[in-house]
């Protein structure tokens, strides 16, 4: 902004507008630049949320992983454990053999490896004559809803306990829930044999015809029908379909 005075004047001076070209002068001598954006109501905010959402979902995906690593990892120290303690027993060390598993199911709970040892760990205790305490066990084994592909094992174990607890009523219907457990067909045809001599055994001879029956008529391609047809005939005296009598009978 300029001022102009005449000579002589005592006039304050009056102050002058800069010219419409000195204005052009200064917008072409002023830096360019884009004018910013102007801002969106509600914008800002959906950015931020998607920003904590993003970094919620890779908090979520790192704990996946690790816990699944974890897992892994755990699943992997306690099969290493199961067979160091079968290798126990298969060496003739049940004590030691006990003592490993049961080690192994306090210390890796959650685990496959610590499922098949609690089941493994009752079997040690049928070989030291520990029946009542493997019955008991294993009762509460089952008791808990365990996978089902681990239910035919637990299943014919206590079945074979009661056996050997002279209880032949309860380990044919242990034998029968094994073999409804399993979808094994050689497998079920051995508990269903099991439970035909468990049946005999406590008197019940029809439960016992029913089940050589099934495996005759159902298994006949498994191994256990030979010893099936035997029994079969043995107790209809060959009059079941299908089926000789036993030699000497």
């Known amino acids: 902004m300029s001022t102009s005075r005449k000579q002589g004047d005592d006039t ?20 360019h630049t884009a004018p910013l954006p102007r801002p969106v109501p509600g914008r800002a905010v959906n950015q931020k949320a998607l920003i904590i959402l993003g970094v919620a979902l890779a908090a979520i995906a ?21 067979i160091r303690a079968r290798a126990a027993a298969e060496q003739g060390n049940l004590p030691l053999a006990a003592s490993e598993l049961q080690k192994l199911i306090d210390s890796y709970q959650g685990t496959d490896a610590a499922v098949e040892a609690a089941i493994s760990l009752n079997q040690v205790r049928l070989i030291n004559g520990q029946t009542d305490l493997a019955v008991v066990s294993l009762r509460d084994f089952l008791a808990r809803n365990p996978a089902p592909k681990f239910v035919a094992p ?3 174990m206590l079945a074979a306990a009661l056996e050997m607890a002279k209880q032949p009523a309860d380990a044919a219907e242990a034998y029968r829930k094994a073999a409804d457990a399993t979808d094994v067909n050689y497998l079920k045809a051995e508990y269903l044999v ?27 391609e498994t191994p256990s029908a030979t010893e099936a047809k035997v029994r079969l005939a043995e107790l209809t005296k060959g009059t079941m379909a299908g089926t000789e009598p036993a030699p000497g009978s």
Do not use: C
């Open 12 to 31: 304050p001076a009056k102050a002058t507008t800069p010219s419409a070209a000195g204005t052009a002068e200064e917008v072409i001598a002023a830096p």
């Open 62 to 82: 790192l704990v996946v992983w690790m816990f699944i690593t974890s897992s892994r990892r755990k699943e992997s120290y306690a099969n290493r454990e199961l």
């Open 194 to 220: 099991d439970a035909g001599r468990a049946y005999l055994n406590a008197g019940k001879v029809p439960d016992a015809i029913a089940a050589y029956k099934t495996v005759v008529t159902t298994y006949a």
């Open 154 to 156: 637990a299943q014919g």
